[in-house]
Each structure stands twice: as structure tokens, then as C-alpha cells.
DNA sequence: ACAATGATAGTT
DNA sequence: ACTATCATTGTA
């Protein structure tokens, strides 16, 4: 089971079995790449030394022709990367202080992507906050705490998920068992918000939200 | 319940 | 130019 902590322990132990998620995985629904992420890897090269891998423990899927979907508007400056190629990123700015990572899904010219909205990180970044650190489980739960702890920002927008450009993803080593995805209604919107599009691993504690 | 904080989209 | 909104988070 993925939300095992030893199956954690055992897959920071062989990296050497994962595998990398490349774009024409990505080239297909946000709804169908949404849930497939759970349990996938997230790795950063810290700009500034340590590699860090992260379990993907919470996603939402944004779709064209869904209100709530920042492409829904058509192509702007900011979401330019949308509708870019797949496995590509897009990451915004939102609040004024917090980014937000996603996985660009679907064909170029399609508006669609995934957020990952909270991870499990096997190591901690440098430099945490006292708050951080007394509850070093929550540093990445929720999708921008997750970008602060990996120093994700405008930045690294549009860019292919690869190693040479310090982040890339990686396929699942253990399946997710089917009652341990978790399907349910996404967070913080309020147009579309009866669409069942989150996904999380049920009882995982870097969930950002129950 | 609400403030922090800035980019964006829609409206004068 | 002005204003409401926003895929959030921490504090009260």
C-alpha cells in the first residue's frame, strides 16, 4: 500500500526502479491523468543542492469546458502553458503570494491540465520555518505549501517535466489499491464545484483537506 | 471570520 | 483607470 510508511521507505531506497513520465502519457483527459498521478513521484533538484523526491497524495483535474478551468476563457498570458504541449507545467501565482504547480495534459492547442495539490516528501528542504518543522508531515500538504517547499515559482512555467530542468516525474512502483483512491469534489472554487475531479490517498496525512 | 498580497479579467 | 476576483494559507 502506498500510504504504508515502509513502502515509502522502500522506494526512496531503489530509485534506481522508477521510471520517468514522459509527454505522450500526459496526452489525454485531466480526469483520466488525475487519479493515474496518485502514488507517482515528484522530483526537484533544489536549485541549491539536495534532490528531492515526493509521493503525489492529492490531485484535481481541470478540463475544457469546465468553468472552474483557468483555460476556460481562452489562452492569456498566464495560462499560455495550458495550452501548450502535454507533461509540460504551468504554474501561477494566485493570492498574490502563493504559486500553484500543475501537469499540462492533453494536446497543444487543448487547455487542460492537473494541480497536485499536496505531496509526501521524503526529505525536508533547507531552512524550514520553526512552524515547518513541528510538523514536517504538513510541508507540502496543499498545492502552495508544496510550491514554497520546493521553491517552485513563475519561473520554472511551461517547462517540460525533465531532470535537465530540475523537476521531472516519475510512473508508480506499488499500484494504488482502489479503496485507497479517494474521489470527491475539488477545493476553493465556486463555479463547477459538484464536479468530482480531486483525488487523494485515503488517510494520508499530507492531505490537504478533508 | 478575515487579512495578507499581486496579477488578472471584466467593466467604466 | 477602477474594481472584483482569485485552483491559498495562517491566525483569531
Not at 155 to 177: F, I, K, M, Q
Amino acid at each position: 500500500m502506498v500510504s504504508d510508511k515502509n513502502s515509502v521507505e522502500r522506494i526512496i531506497k531503489n530509485p534506481n526502479l522508477t521510471q520517468r513520465i514522459e509527454p505522450d502519457w500526459c496526452d489525454r483527459p485531466s480526469i483520466e491523468v488525475a487519479p493515474d498521478l496518485i502514488g507517482c513521484t515528484l522530483l526537484r533538484q533544489m536549485p541549491d543542492g539536495p534532490l528531492i523526491r515526493a509521493l503525489i497524495i492529492e490531485t484535481e483535474a481541470y478540463a475544457p469546458g469546465d468553468p472552474a478551468c483557468h483555460a476556460y476563457r481562452g489562452k492569456s498570458k498566464r495560462n499560455a502553458a495550458m495550452f501548450g504541449p502535454p507533461g509540460h507545467s504551468y504554474v501561477y501565482l494566485i493570492y498574490g503570494m502563493y504559486h500553484c504547480l500543475n501537469v499540462v495534459t492533453e494536446a497543444e492547442g487543448i487547455g487542460s491540465a492537473v494541480l497536485i495539490r499536496a505531496l509526501s516528501l521524503d526529505s525536508l528542504p533547507p531552512q524550514l520555518t520553526p512552524e515547518q518543522a513541528k510538523k514536517p508531515h504538513r510541508v507540502a500538504a496543499g498545492p502552495g505549501k508544496l510550491c514554497r517547499a520546493l521553491e517552485i515559482d513563475r519561473s520554472l512555467d511551461g517547462v517540460l517535466y525533465h531532470p535537465a530542468n530540475g523537476l521531472w516525474l516519475e510512473h508508480r512502483e506499488h499500484s494504488v489499491s482502489e479503496p485507497d483512491l479517494v474521489q470527491t469534489t475539488r477545493i476553493g472554487i465556486t463555479k463547477a464545484a459538484e464536479q468530482p475531479w480531486r483525488w487523494y490517498l485515503r488517510d494520508h496525512p499530507a492531505v490537504s483537506k478533508k
